[in-house]
């Protein structure tokens, strides 16, 4: 029988790896691009992910009390993570980082529930240059919340998640790139 993660993997090779000449949003040219919206936007892709996600926080000794990231790649992640944790009764919250402060109502900058007592999990679809996370990560320190881990669901290798831990953070990336690519589509 496969593992959630094992059958994670097969949804993101089938629906969010795509080849051919793509341009990414660091401005680098590649010859495959990882859309995982693909995969967290499919009713199974986004169970299985928070059900992995959640494995993790589970098994780590550090007390984790809401996950979130930039959004939109990490709204479907955090919100499936919270229901996992929620369908075995684990206190989890979950929050959103905007881009940009909004510019009217509240104008904040983090929606949902995020306070500068919890303890956290940045979330991640793809790490590529690492900039969506650590914009993510310096707007929930700005808060005052703190950061336990990072988790992606996938790591181009490309200096991401180096810089990452350079910053002092555990990351963890479900997947690498070597785990998502075809050699023999990448021409």
Known sequence: MKTDKQSLLEILKEKSVSYG??????????????????????????????????????????????????TMGADPIAISTIIAAAAENFPLKGFSVRKEPKSHGTRKRIEGNLDVTDRVVILEDVITTGGSTISAINAVTELGAQIEMVVA????????????REMGYDIRALFTVNDLLDPAKLG
């Open 21 to 70: 000449d793509f341009t990414l949003s660091s401005g680098k040219s590649s010859k495959y691009y990882i859309d995982s919206k693909l995969t967290t936007f499919d009713p199974k892709g986004v169970a299985l992910a928070g059900r992995v996600v959640f494995e993790i926080i589970k098994s780590t000794t550090k007390k984790i009390t809401a996950v979130g990231g930039l």
């Open 153 to 164: 669901l996938a790591d181009r290798c490309e200096g991401g998640a180096e810089k990452i």
